[in-house]
């Protein structure tokens, strides 16, 4: 049996993560309207892996049977300005689900709960890979942005990404 505590903020998580989907879907639109069709795609692949994030929390918990609490998933706020904003707020909102990873990790750590630690693991590397890939993004971005035909490259290159379903065994 799993920590109260640790269950809560894993449940909790569930809930940012099908938040994140819905955020990168939001951008997925945001860049398919401007015609950036690669762009669009390459927050459809976000979206998906996101998804697939919660589905793996609720795994865990089910495997370790524990309740699995669906809440309400907020409609995405952020503004949507222009195309290096939007990837920007990707950025910025990769940051903070490593945060709250951390913090999930910091509370099964207090419990001495190295089942979950383990399966946190995961989640933790992945999130560095996360920033990365959004940092890596916003350079290319700027590097080659201002130019149409580089942008139009790059936008063609990102519209080759395809989702791999993670292979974390539960």
């Known amino acids: 049996m799993l920590d109260k505590k640790v269950v809560e903020l894993i449940n909790d998580q569930i809930n940012k993560e099908f938040y994140s989907a819905y955020l990168y879907l939001e951008f997925s639109n945001f860049y398919f309207d401007m015609g950036l069709e690669g762009f669009g795609n390459w927050y459809k692949v976000q979206t998906q892996e996101e998804r697939d994030h ?3 929390m609720i795994q865990y918990l089910q495997n370790n ?8 998933v907020d409609k ?3 503004p ?7 990837l920007e707020e990707g950025l910025k909102h990769e ?3 490593t945060s709250l990873i951390h913090n999930i990790y910091d509370a099964a750590y207090s419990v001495k709960d190295f089942r979950t630690m383990q399966f946190l693991d995961w989640f933790v590397k992945e999130q ?3 920033e ?3 940092e890596d993004l916003i350079k290319r971005f700027e590097l080659f942005g201002e130019d ?5 490259m790059l936008d063609s290159e990102l519209g080759t990404r395809t989702y791999t379903a993670p292979s974390l065994v539960l």
């Open 148 to 152: 149409a035909k580089s942008l139009y």
């Open 128 to 130: 560095g890979e996360e």
């Open 80 to 86: 949507l300005g222009d195309a290096k904003g939007v």
């Open 54 to 56: 919660a589905m793996l």
């Open 65 to 72: 049977g524990e309740k699995v609490v669906l809440q309400t």
């Open 76 to 78: 995405p706020d952020i």
């Open 132 to 134: 990365k890939s959004a």
């Open 95 to 97: 940051r903070y689900v």
